[in-house]
T-cell receptor, first 113, second 116 residues
C-alpha cells in the first residue's frame, strides 16, 4: 500500500532564507512523485513532478525536489523564499499505471517578513 | 474555459439533508476525479470516471455518496442524509487519458461543505 509522510505540519521561515519541506513515501512498486501547492481559497496547483529520468526536478519559481529511491524521499527545497511562497504544500505519490493520487497531510509554509 | 470549475464554492446544510455538487472539467479532458479533504489532512481519493464510466471507487465512498457523469462532461457528487463527519472540502480534478506514462491532474477550487 502507498503512503506519504510529511513530518512537518508547519514551517516558519524568514524571507530570503532557504527552506526544505520533507516528504517520505512508501510503495512496493515504481512510483511517480509530485508536489502540489495550495494558496488560500484556491485549488491545488502542480508545482513539480518526478516521472522518470533526472532525479532532480525544478519548478519555474525556484523550487526543486530530488527523488532519492534508497531513502524513499522527495524533499522540496528553495534557496531563498519570498513572501508570496506562503501556502500549503502537499507531497503526493501514485504508482505507475494507477489512477489516483495519495497525498501527505501537508506542510504550511509561512514566510516571515 | 481555463480550468476546472466547481459549484457551489460553499454549502452549509443541516444534518440529514441531501446535497449535490457539480464539477465542470477542462474541455476535452476525459478523466474526472473526486477527492475529499478534511481539516488538517491531504486530499483523499473518492472516485474517478473515464468519460461516463465510473471505473474506480474508494472505500471512503459510502452508500450515501453517489457520483455521476452522464454525458462524459460535467459530473455531480451527491451526499444523502448528510452527517457532521461529511464536513470537508470536496475537490474535483480532470486529466487527459494518457497514451503512456502519466497525465497531470488539474484541480478545481473545491466545494466546502459544512454540516450543522
Amino acid at each position: 500500500a502507498q503512503s506519504v509522510t510529511q513530518l512537518d505540519s508547519q514551517v516558519p521561515v524568514f524571507e530570503e532564507a532557504p527552506v526544505e519541506l520533507r516528504c517520505n513515501y512508501s510503495s512496493s512498486v515504481s512510483v511517480y512523485l509530485f508536489w502540489y501547492v495550495q494558496y488560500p481559497n484556491q485549488g491545488l496547483q502542480l508545482l513539480l513532478k518526478y516521472l522518470s529520468g533526472s532525479t532532480l526536478v525544478e519548478s519555474i519559481n525556484g523550487f526543486e525536489a530530488e527523488f532519492n529511491k534508497s531513502q524513499t524521499s522527495f524533499h522540496l527545497r528553495k534557496p531563498s523564499v519570498h513572501i508570496s511562497d506562503t501556502a500549503e504544500y502537499f507531497c503526493a505519490v501514485t504508482e505507475t499505471g494507477a489512477n489516483n493520487l495519495f497525498f501527505g497531510t501537508g506542510t504550511r509554509l509561512t514566510v516571515i517578513p | 474555459d481555463t480550468g476546472v470549475s466547481q459549484n457551489p464554492r460553499h454549502k452549509i446544510t443541516k444534518r440529514g439533508q441531501n446535497v449535490t455538487f457539480r464539477c465542470d472539467p477542462i474541455s476535452e479532458h476525459n478523466r474526472l476525479y473526486w477527492y475529499r479533504q478534511t481539516l488538517g489532512q491531504g486530499p483523499e481519493f473518492l472516485t474517478y470516471f473515464q468519460n461516463e464510466a465510473q471505473l474506480e471507487k474508494s472505500r471512503l465512498l459510502s452508500d450515501r455518496f453517489s457520483a455521476e457523469r452522464p454525458k462524459g462532461s460535467f459530473s455531480t457528487l451527491e451526499i444523502q442524509r448528510t452527517e457532521q463527519g461529511d464536513s470537508a472540502m470536496y475537490l474535483c480534478a480532470s486529466s487527459l487519458r494518457p497514451d503512456s506514462s502519466y497525465n497531470e491532474q488539474f484541480f478545481g477550487p473545491g466545494t466546502r461543505l459544512t454540516v450543522l
